[in-house]
């Protein structure tokens, strides 16, 4: 099973405060036992929202609102995929995330993992297999996903 | 540079409605044009919510609640990673996304990602050689094109 593990924004991240060598220390210890776990699929960290923007679709038009973003808790300033056997290992890899080092990014021992289940092709089939197009469409879709490895 | 186009969650999503098969067959269209550009690293859905957990940590202690989450605003439904040469060509990608998503009736984020040059004198020529260690180390084990070059 593939998971998710978001780091929620706050206002360090917000602010583009960068993580200090003791962070970036422990961070590399981290992620080092999730690639010796053999769990990690990737792990990226996002610039603060104010060099983002968003994308509103309404009638199917799009109108462009440039970053920043006040509210905070609706960001997400990085994120790990790990893949493992149940939803409790992901969670004990979530408890594991080193906010204890406290530093810039990780607001002194205070922090938000989010945990999410990531869907594979397997889980479009109840929608698809009733059709032959369906089912050419969920081969194409394992497919795509065989070739780009997501 | 990369960018992540963040959909974010809506009501059907955090119901787990599947996408229908038009859907998925715009998606997979929108997909395909993104890697034929050479320009699409990744991409995924999320299950909903109620199949989740968040973990908060305060004095460095952990503390696990479980799903669902009420707030589907402060919720992601899935993302893609692109490699663009400009902001402005990720955003062009972002308006291109399937209007048949949500109905024509969403709300996608575009957020550029740190690169190791992004994180400045900390980030030490020893951290630099580790980080580049564990990403080929990933790139073998999930055999992910994302860091080949």
Redesign the interface.
């Known amino acids: 099973m593939k998971f998710m593990m978001i780091i929620k924004a706050d206002a360090s991240s917000e602010a583009g405060v960068m993580p200090d060598e003791k962070l970036l220390l422990a961070m590399g210890r981290y992620n080092q036992s999730l690639i010796d776990a053999g769990v990690l699929l990737a792990a990226e960290g996002l610039h603060p929202s104010s060099r983002g923007a968003r994308v509103h679709v309404a009638d199917g038009k799009r109108t462009v609102v440039d970053g920043p973003f006040a509210e905070t808790r609706e960001l997400i300033a990085g994120f790990w995929m790990i893949q493992v056997k149940s939803r409790e290992e992901a969670i004990e890899w979530a408890r594991r995330v080193p906010f204890e080092v406290g530093g810039s990014t990780t607001a002194g021992g205070t922090g938000q993992i989010e945990v999410r289940q990531v869907f594979d092709a397997a889980d479009f089939a109840p929608a698809l297999e009733h059709s032959t197009e369906g089912r050419a469409l969920l081969d194409a879709e394992q497919a795509f996903r065989d070739r780009t490895n997501t | 540079m990369?960018f992540?186009i963040?959909r974010k969650a809506d009501a059907d999503t955090e119901a787990g409605k599947?996408?229908?098969?038009s859907l998925?067959?715009a998606m997979?269209q929108y997909?395909?044009a993104m890697?034929n550009a050479g320009v699409?690293k990744?991409?995924?859905?999320?299950?909903p919510?109620a199949?989740?957990?968040?973990?908060?940590?305060?004095?460095?202690?952990?503390t696990?609640t479980d799903g669902p989450?009420a707030?589907a605003?402060?919720l992601?439904a899935?993302f893609t990673?692109i490699e663009v040469k400009s902001?402005q060509e990720a955003?062009d990608w972002?308006?291109r996304?399937p209007?048949e998503?949500?109905n024509?009736?969403?709300?996608?984020?575009?957020?550029?990602?740190?690169e190791a040059e992004?994180?400045?004198e900390?980030?030490?020529p020893e951290?630099r050689a580790?980080?580049d260690r564990?990403r080929a180390?990933?790139d073998g084990?999930?055999?992910?094109?994302?860091r080949a070059p």
Do not use: C
């Open positions: 990369r992540m963040i599947l996408p229908s098969e998925l067959s997979m997909n395909e890697v699409m990744a991409g995924e859905g999320l299950q919510s199949k989740g957990a968040r973990i908060k940590f305060h004095g460095g202690k952990p696990v989450f707030e605003r402060e992601i899935g990673i902001r955003l972002v308006r996304w209007p998503d949500a024509g009736e969403l709300e996608l984020e575009l957020r550029q990602i740190y992004d994180l400045g900390q980030f030490t951290l580790q980080e564990l180390r990933i084990q999930s055999a992910a094109p994302d």
